[in-house]
């Protein structure tokens, strides 16, 4: 490509950018405004007017998707010889070569797996760890490393920033084992990812002929999402550059959202101080979202708090839907509310896997799953694993069959808390925050799924509630291939759909009712911008007032949205009641029905089984007003899942077939 055609593919922003070769450059790019077209269009503009040789520059980012998409543009560009890498995998390539001539000997193995290693500085620091305290450990282990903070200064600096320590270990204890940790490793002669970026810092300054070296291959510098370097990878990079300015970087601080992991925007914030002469530019022409999902995006971060962050995006797209917002009943409601919007749309040609639901915690991704796996939608989870077959579940299942073999005539939600006991469950929340928390909240639902569904019997056995569960679970096995997406918003960043469904937008879920400080409040804000930009056309927004049906409606939604929710929707919970549907029939409809529910009846008393078990009354009565003459035709009514599909099917399309 000529010099003039790379230019000629990018707006005036853009273009200003890839003609600004030298540093240094600060590029402040909103959600969906082309920076990797920028940058990458930067680079190959440069190597082809000579002002680089490919082999000099350097580009980092933070995934490995990322840093893949990257080349391949360099690539199509003709920018062939450009290094475009994660930090870890630049800075590892780098040790491995200078390892050998620094140290000495070959470079000690990466370990894979840190557990073993901080199960025993755990031990070791006095502590019992489990499985899940183990986890919580590691992340603040690699906390502690990231943000170069030693095991002697660790108490004071997690007082100093109000930082709560992992699985309920106090500040002391959690130095010891950070130290612990470092100790292990020594003795095992293995290296960790943040080693790779420590090590190498180190060497580069302790060994200026390292230095040296690669600074003479590498003269200029790209940073992807700058918003999230952390204090470790920035010092990395200042180690590259050895005093030297050719740095262009690119980011958005109203993406800031990893703050807890040790990313920070300061460096993004403060690089015209740091380079008084920098060059900034701001890129704000949006082509991802529609103005609608523009609007509301732009709204969210001009609210006080937020304004200092990120740019006022403006959009390139037609105009699209208005951004609609649901207030449900409870949350199998809003579940359901979700799944019935997401067919709608599979109906009017969206493919299932440019749609999404976004969450704020794992543990809300339950009724989801449930809801779309009763319509016959194929979804997947991104970043986790689907409830039932997360090991805590696992766990509490077998627990409850056992427990089932020799019930007791106490309730049924007592004799599930007595046996989740085993599991780890108890009666009030931890403390903690991480993986100690999810466990909790995943045996804490099945608990209150106990209760609901004792409620709905009138009274049941623990023997049926198992059974219940099993069905539950085998209800989920949907096809995950071309499904749709169902992941956590910190999951979410870089990626973008067609149609995105916000779920649980209330007080305590956004934000998190861990969030108290006014900064992590904040994030929370921004959190929720990363969720409303991935939307292309069609976005939805809502939230649960009760966690659970007849329950008490005591959530209200985020006050991020204050501002831009309708009034009119909030105060109308959106469910319609059996008696709703059934007003609807006619008189053939509702014979229909009673036939239905005769049927029910019968096949309830002979599996000794509650009727609603079989089928729901709001089920049968959209039976009786589509009518389907065909298996596929009953696969779309809400509520008939593949077991009750398989089961029931051929059945209820006779009774149908009579009427």
Known sequence: MSAESILDALDPEQREVATALHGPVCVLAGAGTGKTRAITHRIAYGVRVGAYNPQSVLAVTFT????????????GLGAHGVQARTFHAAALRQLSYFWPQVVGGQMPQLVEQKAPLVGRAARQA????????????????????????????????????????????DAQQMADVIRAYEEAKTQAVVLDFEDILLLLADIIGRHHEVGDQIR??????????????????QFLLEQWLGGRNDLCVVGDPAQTIYSFAGASPQHLLGFTRTYDNAH?????????????????????????????????????????PEPVYRAYEDEQAEAEGIADSIARLMTQGVAASEIAVLYRVNSQSEVLEEALAERGIGYLVRGGQRFFDREEVRKAMVLLRGAAVSATEDPLGEQVRSALLDAGWKEEAPAARGAVRERWESLQSLVQLADDFDADAGGASLREFVEHLVERAQAQHAPTVEGVTLTTM????????????????????????????PEAIEEERRLLYVAITRAREHLQLSFARARKAGGRSTRKRTRFLEKSWPDAVARKPVRRSTNDRLSELG???????ESLKAWRAAVAKEAGKPAFTVIVDSTMAEIARVRPG??????????????????FGLQILEIVAEH
């Open 64 to 75: 490995a998707r990322a840093a893949g998409e990257m080349r391949q543009r360099l690539k």
């Open 126 to 169: 006095g502590l019992s760890p489990d499985r899940l305290m183990v986890r919580d450990l590691a992340s603040e282990i690699e906390w502690s490393k990231v943000a170069l903070v030693s095991p002697e200064d660790y108490a004071a600096v997690v007082a100093k920033e109000g930082r709560p320590t992992p699985a309920g270990v």
């Open 216 to 233: 003479r291959q590498y003269r200029h510098f790209v940073v992807d999402e700058y918003q999230d370097v952390s204090p470790l990878q």
């Open 280 to 320: 900034v530019v701001r890129l704000v022409r949006d082509y991802r979202s529609t103005p609608q999902v523009v609007k509301l995006a732009n709204g969210l971060m001009a609210q006080r708090g937020a304004g200092q962050a990120g740019v006022e995006l403006v959009a390139q797209r037609p105009h699209g």
């Open 490 to 517: 910190h999951a979410a960043k870089g990626l973008e759909w067609d149609a995105v469904f916000i779920a649980g937008c209330s007080e305590g879920l956004l934000p998190v009712s861990m969030a108290e400080t």
């Open 587 to 593: 008189p053939e409809d509702l014979r229909l029905f």
């Open 630 to 647: 065909t298996l596929g035709e009953l696969a779309g009514v809400h509520g008939i899942g593949a077991t009750k599909l398989q089961t």
